[in-house]
């Protein structure tokens, strides 16, 4: 006399199937979240914060790497966005959120110069004026190119340098790689980077990755009287900016600017450790 029971869906009689067949036990239901173990916003701030930095950092890779066979067009697209990347990541993360901003004294007007050392020391607020080097236009050989460096700094250090944390001299010159008898004669062309802490008087020195220059070019500015500089001789043969050959001797991979940029970093970072944060500037 009793009902008999509800008919079972085909979806839960297969599902019985498969549990007896397979001997698995009854699903259990998943307990619920405890409310009394909540997250700290701080945490879920810094989680957030190193996510979007690691996709940012992430992205900066990718788009690099796509566009390493690219055309030479996309090489400065690259280094910039990267730059970029690198600059949003910091912020995001908040380095160097209690730095003050360095004032630099730099020794030149020239646009590649006030670029490389405004990004070198992350948009530091550079004053640039003109100072005279004491040697000649293109200066021949390390010690003079470093003698037209040290040259300008202490042209800069005579100014009222009051409220400027650093003083910048830089002096390109050319200079010859001495081969063995069997290979023809090799110049390159390279900076020294003197800069100056004029709180401390500390200084440091570095130079830039030389550029390899057409050695017939040289001879012929040579042999020409070796008047003005080896890039304006190069600029009126081809064409290309007096001040930044640079590129145009490397296909648009490392302008004038960039190799500036590493080497004024170098020379910072080989101040003593004091120099560069005692008192919160760096």
Not at 23 to 32: K, Q, R, V, Y
Request: hydrophobic share 40%; aromatic share 4%.
């Amino acid at each position: 006399g009793d009902s008999p029971p509800p008919p079972r869906s085909s979806t839960s009689a297969t599902w019985s199937a498969r549990q007896r067949g397979l001997g698995e036990s009854a699903p259990t239901a998943t307990p619920p979240l405890r409310s009394d173990r909540s997250t700290p916003m701080s945490q879920v701030r810094v989680s957030g914060s190193a996510s979007l930095a690691i996709a940012a950092v992430g992205t900066a890779c990718v788009v690099a790497c796509f566009s390493w066979e690219s055309p030479r067009k996309l090489v400065r697209f690259r280094r910039d966005l990267i730059s970029s990347m690198h600059r949003a990541t910091q912020r995001l993360l908040g380095l160097g959120s209690t730095q003050q901003q360095i004032r630099v004294l730099l020794g030149s007007t020239a646009a590649p110069k006030i670029v490389a050392v405004t990004k070198a020391l992350c948009n530091a607020h550079v004053v640039a004026m003109k100072a005279e080097s004491g040697v000649r236009e293109q200066p021949v050989g390390l010690e003079e190119t470093l003698a037209g460096a040290r040259s300008r700094l202490r042209a800069l250090c005579e100014q009222d340098t009051a409220n400027i944390q650093l003083a910048i001299a830089i002096e390109n010159g050319i200079v010859r790689i001495h081969q063995a008898e069997e290979h023809a004669e090799c110049w390159i062309d390279v900076a020294v980077i003197v800069v100056r802490d004029l709180q401390s008087g500390a200084e440091s020195i570095a130079t830039s990755c030389g550029v390899q220059l057409p050695t017939t070019m040289v001879g012929e500015w040579a042999e020409a009287g070796a008047e003005g500089t080896v890039g304006e001789y190069l600029a009126a043969e081809s064409g290309c900016d007096k001040q930044d050959p640079h590129t145009f001797l490397t296909r648009g991979s490392m302008p004038r600017c960039a190799l500036l940029e590493s080497a004024v970093r170098l020379a910072y970072a080989t101040l003593p450790p004091r120099v560069q944060g005692s008192d919160g500037s760096a």
